[in-house]
C-alpha cells in the first residue's frame, strides 16, 4: 500500500535560515504532490501542488521539488520567519482517491 | 466566513455515550470527508462523500455512522464510545473525488476526549 515518510524529528532552524523538509514515498508514483501547513489546534491549510513533470515549483519564500525518480519531494522555506513555525505535511492521492498523509515534520524557527 | 466550519470544537464525554460531531462548508464543493488524527499526528482518511453518496467508507467500526443531508453538510455519529475513540476528528471539502489535484480544505478540527 501506498506509504508516505516524512522525518517525525523535529526542525530547529535560526531565522532568516533557509528550512529543507523532506517526503518520500513507496509503491505508487503519484502524478501530483501537495504539501499543507498545520498550525497548533488548527486543520492543515494547503500550500503548494506540484506535477510529476514539474521539477520546481516557487511560492514567494517556498520553493517544492519533485524528483519521481528518488520517490522525494523537497520543500523550502527561504529566509524563515518565526511565523513559519509549524507542521509541514506532505500528501498525495493513492490508485484508490484516497488523500494519503505524512505525519509531518514540525519546524520551529528560533528568533 | 468559515469556508469549512465543525461543531463542537471540544467535546469530552464518558465511554459508552453517543456523540455527533456537524460539518459545513460553504464553498460550494461536491465532496466532504471525515479524517480522523491520533495523538501519533497520522492523518487517516475515515469516509468520504460526493454529492451526498458514500464513496469512501475505511475500515472504520461501525459505530462510526455519517451522514450527508445534503452536499453542503456532513455529519459524524458515533455510538458506545471507547476510549480509543479519542482523537481530533476533522472535516473537509474539495471540488470533486479522487482526482490527483484536488485541493482539500480543512476544518477546525474536533478534539474528542472519552473518559
Known amino acids: 500500500s501506498q506509504k508516505i515518510e516524512q522525518n517525525s524529528e523535529a526542525l530547529n532552524i535560526q531565522e532568516g535560515k533557509t528550512a529543507t523538509l523532506t517526503c518520500n514515498y513507496t509503491?505508487?508514483?503519484?502524478?501530483?504532490l501537495q504539501w499543507y501547513r498545520q498550525d497548533p489546534g488548527r486543520g492543515p491549510v494547503f500550500l503548494l501542488l506540484?506535477?510529476?513533470?514539474?521539477k520546481e515549483k516557487r511560492k514567494e519564500r517556498l520553493k517544492v521539488t519533485f524528483d519521481t525518480t528518488l520517490k522525494q519531494s523537497l520543500f523550502h522555506i527561504t529566509a524563515s520567519q518565526p511565523a513559519d513555525s509549524a507542521t509541514y505535511l506532505c500528501?498525495?492521492?493513492?490508485?484508490?482517491?484516497?488523500?494519503?498523509f505524512g505525519q509531518g515534520t514540525e519546524l520551529s524557527v528560533k528568533p | 466566513d468559515t469556508a469549512v466550519s465543525q461543531t463542537p470544537k471540544y467535546l469530552v464525554t464518558q465511554m459508552g455515550n453517543d456523540k455527533s460531531i456537524k460539518c459545513e462548508q460553504n464553498?460550494?464543493?461536491?465532496?466532504m470527508y471525515w479524517y480522523k488524527q491520533d495523538s501519533k499526528k497520522f492523518l487517516k482518511i475515515m469516509f468520504s462523500?460526493?454529492?451526498?453518496?458514500?464513496?469512501i467508507n475505511e475500515t472504520v467500526p461501525n459505530r462510526f455512522s455519517p451522514k450527508s443531508p445534503d452536499k453542503a453538510h456532513l455529519n459524524l455519529h458515533i455510538n458506545s464510545l471507547e476510549l480509543g475513540d479519542s482523537a481530533v476528528y476533522f472535516c473537509?471539502?474539495?471540488?470533486?473525488?479522487?482526482?490527483?489535484?484536488?485541493?482539500?480544505?480543512f476544518g477546525a478540527g474536533t478534539r474528542l476526549s472519552v473518559l
Open positions: 464553498l460550494g464543493h461536491d465532496t
Open positions: 509503491n505508487y508514483s503519484p502524478a501530483y
Open positions: 506540484i506535477r510529476e513533470n514539474e
Open positions: 473537509a471539502s474539495s471540488q470533486a473525488p479522487g482526482l490527483a489535484k484536488n485541493i482539500q480544505y
Open positions: 500528501a498525495l492521492y493513492n490508485q484508490g482517491g484516497k488523500l494519503i
Open positions: 462523500y460526493n454529492n451526498k453518496e458514500l464513496i
